[in-house]
């Protein structure tokens, strides 16, 4: 669940103070689509993994990035653009996929296949960055796959579902990192099949971060990003969205005709509410992003070696287009 907001004036409207703090630290704010509703309307950018990759890098004209999302999204946009200030709204905003794949783990499991080449998907820390030869995104993953000469194995991590439905689209098999978002993994076959009942002239869109068990229900599966624009230019009007319940808010502006009806969970721990939402992403708030941009902290550091490291795989990935 989020942290408590940190203490400000009451008497502030925040919102207006986050503007003139933007303009006067010359800051760009990026956010990440689970984000709450009003964070993704003041951000400057709005984005998936790899949009805001390339919004990082290109925030030429900025002093400050603020990157409103998890702590390795704002790490990446640290390797990209290291001569900028970057600060996250709440330092301690991670993300139990990258939490899976620790570098030391990663070079562990690089030694046992010393002939392969490893692929990580954004969703990892700057060290295991680091230790990797390519980045991607679940918005590329399929064309950094098919980069990858023929015959070269392939490690993949740290998302097993992800790899898993990449071994399917590409045909490449690859050992995969057994680690799972999870988010993804609380969604319910079970509850998916009695929507599609109940709404059988709806289309089941989902993220392949999902099971397959999940998957083989869909009717489009992509990255967060291709399943909203899907929503746009789909002649159909009624969707079941199976990913991070903050892409909702965007696809509603994006096709206020249509109806989004969100993917249930299922309820595996008795502690279990609001399970396909994002606790990490939640974390970030509007007092938190005006105490960030006022006092440019939390930063984001990173050691050189390390960042230099990280950088080389990125550059790969977005060298691809």
């Known amino acids: 669940m989020p942290s408590a907001a940190p203490p400000v004036d009451p008497r502030l409207d925040l919102f207006a103070e986050i503007d003139r703090l933007r303009q ?4 760009v704010i990026l956010a990440h689509y689970p984000q709450d509703p009003d964070i993704q309307d003041l951000a ?5 993994s790899l949009e805001l990759a390339k919004r990082a890098r290109d925030a030429r004209d900025a002093e400050v990035i603020l990157f409103c999302g998890v702590h390795f999204m704002a ?3 640290k390797i ?3 001569k900028k200030v970057v600060v996250i709204p709440d330092l301690e905003a991670g993300c139990s996929l990258a939490e899976q794949c620790p570098p030391e783990r990663l070079r562990a499991w690089k030694r046992a296949h010393p002939d392969h080449h490893v692929v990580m998907y954004i969703n990892c820390s700057a060290g295991t960055k680091a230790e990797s030869d390519i980045i991607c995104t679940s918005s590329n993953a399929e064309r ?3 980069s990858i000469p023929a015959g070269k ?4 991590g740290p998302d097993k579902n992800l790899g898993a439905w990449l ?3 590409t045909g490449r098999p690859m050992d995969l990192w057994p680690g799972a978002c999870m988010v993804h993994e609380t969604f319910s076959s079970r509850k998916i099949a009695a929507l599609q009942a109940k709404h059988p002239d709806a289309k089941f869109i989902e993220n392949p971060e999902c099971e397959d068990h999940v998957l083989v229900l869909a009717d489009f599966v992509g990255s967060t990003s291709r399943l909203l624009e899907f929503v746009q230019r789909d002649p159909g009007t009624k969707y079941i969205v199976g990913t991070e319940l903050g892409i909702l808010h965007t696809m509603h502006k994006a096709a206020p005709h249509k109806e989004l009806i969100p993917v249930p969970y299922e309820d595996r721990t008795a502690a279990c509410q609001g399970c396909n939402q994002c606790p990490h992403m939640k974390r970030n708030t509007i007092e938190k992003i005006y105490l960030a941009l006022r006092d440019l902290r939390p930063r984001i550091e990173l050691p050189e070696d390390v960042r230099a490291r990280a950088l080389l795989p990125l550059e790969r990935m977005l060298a691809l287009g």
């Open 24 to 27: 006067q630290r010359r800051a």
């Open 75 to 77: 790490e990446t946009a």
């Open 167 to 169: 071994v399917k689209e």
């Open 144 to 146: 950094v796959i098919r």
């Open 153 to 156: 194995p392939i490690l993949f």
């Open 80 to 82: 990209v653009n290291p």
């Open 44 to 48: 400057d950018h709005l984005g998936d």
